[in-house]
Each structure stands twice: as C-alpha cells, then as structure tokens.
C-alpha cells in the first residue's frame, strides 16, 4: 500500500502549492497560531525507542497510526515561542523539518543532547485542534541543528530538527505520553524461555509455558489494573501451570493445564530443542539402528542407505581421509556415499541424527590397511631382520607366511615380526605374505633381500704404479 500524502490530509492545512493548489503532498507549512503547533514538542533519543506498535497490530506501510511506543527511556520536552513544521516528499522519500525558536537552553534540553550518543531523535508535536499528536524520525532518527538567532534586539535560539524517511509523518495517540495513567488493553504471552518439560511415563518433547504473563501489545509487563509495572511499581499479572510451585515473582491471578490456550497461543508445543524426548523408529541406517561398513585400500568405497521420518544430518566429525556425500538429507531415504580417500586408515563411529526428535543411528566404519615397505635390503651375513607392519581398522591385527620355511619368524606383541633366516653365501630372497585379520581382501607382499657373499677382488702388479723414491 502506498504511503504517499495519507496522514497530510488529516492536518487539514492545504497551503497553497507552488502551482496555487492545495495538494497536501506538496511542501506543507504548519507554524504557531490557529492551524498551529502546541508547546512543547516532546523528543526521545532514538536509541531508547525499541519498538513502536501500530493500530490493529499492522506494518508501518499499512496503518500509519501508532497505538505504543515501546521506549526504555521516558521523552523530553522542548517549549519554544514558534514553530514551524516543513515537509516535501521527493524522489520516494518524505523530508521533515520542524524549526522552533527557544528563548534559552535549559538543563534538560543540554540532557537531550548530551543523552542521544548518536545525535539522531524521535521527534513529536501536537497541531491545535487535534487530539493526537504527529512523529517524524522513525527509524533512523532526525538530526538535531541549533544556533544563536539575534533578531530585533532579542536573543534566541533556533533549533531544527530534519529528517529524511520511506514514512511520512504518523499520527501518535496522546495517552503515549501520559503512559504512567494509560490504562492498556492486556494480551497475554506464554513465557517459554524458562522451559518445563512434559513428562508422561517419559518425555514427550513437549515444551509447557510455566507462566503466562500479561502485557500491552508492546510486551511491557502490565499490573492488576492494565498499567505499566515500571510506573506503578505493582507485580505483573500471570498464571501459572498446575504442576509449578513457585510464583515467580509474579501476582499469580490462577492457573492452567497443558490444554489451555490464551490469546490463540496455546501453552505447550512441541519443541525437541529445548525438551529432549525418547523417540523411537524416527531414523535407521541400512534399516537398523546400528550397522557397520568396511573399507580397504582396493575397496575404497562404499553406501549406506538412510531412512528418516524428517530431515536428518551428519552429527558426528568427519574422519581426515573419509569424504561422506551428503552431509545432510530431507525425510525419506538417501544414500550416503563413503569414500576412502587418503593413506590413514582406522576405526570411526558415524552418527546420523534426525534433526526433528534428535534420534541418532551410528554407522561404524572399519577402514582395514597394512602399510609397509615392499622391498628390504640386507647385506650378507644377516642373521635378523625384523618387520614392522602399520595395521589399522576393526582388531588392527593380521595374519602371514613366508615361502621358505628356513626362516625362523616369531611376532612379538607389537606386532613385529622377528625373522631369522639360514646364512647363505649366495643370494636370498624370502616373500611374505600379510593378510588383514578381519579383511581378506587387504593383502601386501613383502620381499627380502640378502645379498650374496663378495669374493676375493684380483690384485694385479703394475710397474707403472709402483712408488719411485
């Protein structure tokens, strides 16, 4: 909805405009007088303005009439001796200004200033005739400009406050400036940032309001008699749940159960975030809640299926050398790949977690290497050589033999093997086969090599070499 002249036409002015008409969308003159503004003009520090509720709980750009203003600082008030309020709307933005004369600085206006760390007000002032008043300056805040004004032998002040804005000017109901005596119209709010938690045999996941509490339409916690607590000094008005024992802090005027509704906002929902539940059956893997996978360095790849009631994610961390693909999926069935894609291998638990009732499946992966050098050097004359094999995944164990059964093999409880062959003057070479204990498939061959006996070099006499002295 357009925003364009709506609240210019209840001021009622019509000035003439520069083509001799009087449409209110052009430049608007309001000053002292009949027609006028009433002293004072009343400005908060934008900063302290939190909020504003408009009429019938609309947006701004759909009902320009303000029904609260939600500030945690209270206004100052600004008197002058004449006023004169200027708007132009230009290019889609609306430009006001209101240019007082004061006669002094008084301590509060210098509080004013000194309070609006940003220099940036809310500014607002009462035509005559009108009930209500008019603001400018929402969101951002108008600046504020002030000088001397030496007129006719008179001093003065001359103060303006201008802002540029997507709003034109709203109309603001008066009893926000006598907030301490306005009498509000209650809306009341459960309070579910202090959780209670249902509990039936087991917990539910359901979130139970333990009070609800009543405020204006801004959410200031109101009293017995619908007035602001900050001003009355009164404890704010709530219910309570059955099952809570204290009061809060709170005039309790009765209580409820999980069934009640206040305001169409019922008292408990369902919130696994805050209320952890014991859920069953929400999310397997491969059709269990427990399964296993296992990898090696010639089987580097491998699926699962996941089955979900919701949407689900990975919710464990992701082993360096194991790319899963996805990470996350929607409700129903995916398939996650794993693929195996580095040196390292290894034990790791996987868990997949619905992200609705926080169930978790785990998947334990086995990635099953034996790393070692496949060829070894030894001169003549080894009488031992020892192996020792990197065995990783499920027991980290493995199996061997060698195919000369002269060689005499003890492995330790590292896992070494201490090998002692026959020396022989020729050359030796013994093959080992090593097979992963709980993998067939990862097999490594290990050759050894011992060298053969050098013989004796031939030494022959030449004359030409021989030391002359």
Request: proline share 3%; with cysteine.
């Amino acid at each position: 909805m357009s925003l364009n002249c709506r609240l210019n036409r209840n001021i009622s002015l019509n000035q003439p405009s520069d083509s001799g008409g009087t449409d209110s969308c052009n430049s608007q003159d309001l000053s002292m007088g009949i027609g006028g503004i009433q002293s004072p003009l009343l400005i908060y520090n934008i900063d302290d303005v939190k909020s504003l509720k408009f009429e019938g709980d609309n947006r701004a750009d759909e009902s320009l009439v303000v029904d609260t203003i939600n500030s945690v600082g209270s206004y100052y008030k600004v008197d002058f001796t004449s006023a004169t309020y200027q708007e132009d709307y230009e290019n889609n933005k609306w430009e006001h200004s209101i240019q007082l004369t004061i006669s002094n600085i008084t301590s509060l206006f210098e509080d004013l200033l000194s309070d609006a760390s940003n220099g940036k007000y809310l500014v607002c002032f009462k035509p005559n005739g009108s009930e209500d008043y008019r603001m400018f300056g929402w969101k951002y805040g108008a600046s504020l400009d002030y000088g001397m004004n030496i007129q006719d032998d008179s001093i003065g002040y001359t103060v303006t406050f201008a802002d540029t804005s997507e709003y034109p000017l709203f109309t603001v109901y008066k009893d926000n400036f006598g907030i301490k005596d306005k009498v509000y119209t209650p809306i009341f709010t459960p309070l579910y940032n202090v959780y209670f938690c249902e509990h039936v045999e087991t917990y539910t996941g359901y979130l139970v309001a333990m009070y609800v509490v009543k405020t204006n339409s801004a959410g200031q916690p109101l009293d017995a008699d619908n007035k602001l607590c900050q001003f009355s000094g009164k404890k704010q008005d709530a219910y309570k749940y059955v099952d809570v024992a204290d009061d809060g802090g709170y005039n309790i005027i009765g209580t409820y159960s999980s069934s009640a509704v206040f305001d169409g906002r019922p008292v408990k929902i369902l919130d696994y975030t805050k209320c952890m539940a014991v859920v069953d059956d929400s999310i397997f893997i491969n059709n269990k809640k427990i399964d296993s996978l296992s990898l090696n360095t010639w089987t580097t790849r491998g699926d699962v299926t996941i089955s979900s009631s919701n949407s689900w994610r990975l919710s464990s961390s992701q082993p360096l050398d194991l790319v899963i693909t996805p990470t996350t999926g929607n409700s129903g069935s995916t398939n996650v790949n794993f693929e195996f894609a580095g040196t390292v291998g290894g034990n790791s638990v996987i868990t997949f977690q619905n992200t609705t009732t926080y169930e978790t499946v785990e998947l334990d992966v086995h990635i099953n290497t034996i790393t070692i050098n496949s060829l070894f050097t030894y001169p003549n004359g080894t009488t031992e050589f020892i192996l020792q094999p990197n065995v990783k995944g499920t027991s980290g164990d493995y199996t061997w033999s060698v195919d000369d059964p002269s060689v005499s093999v003890v492995k330790d409880g590292n896992g070494y093997l201490i090998c002692h062959p026959q020396v022989s003057a020729s050359q030796q070479l013994f093959e080992f086969r090593l097979e992963h204990a709980d993998d067939p498939e990862e097999v490594v061959y290990v050759y050894v090599v011992i060298q053969a006996a050098q013989t004796s070099p031939n030494w022959q006499l030449l004359s030409s070499f021989c030391e002359n002295i």
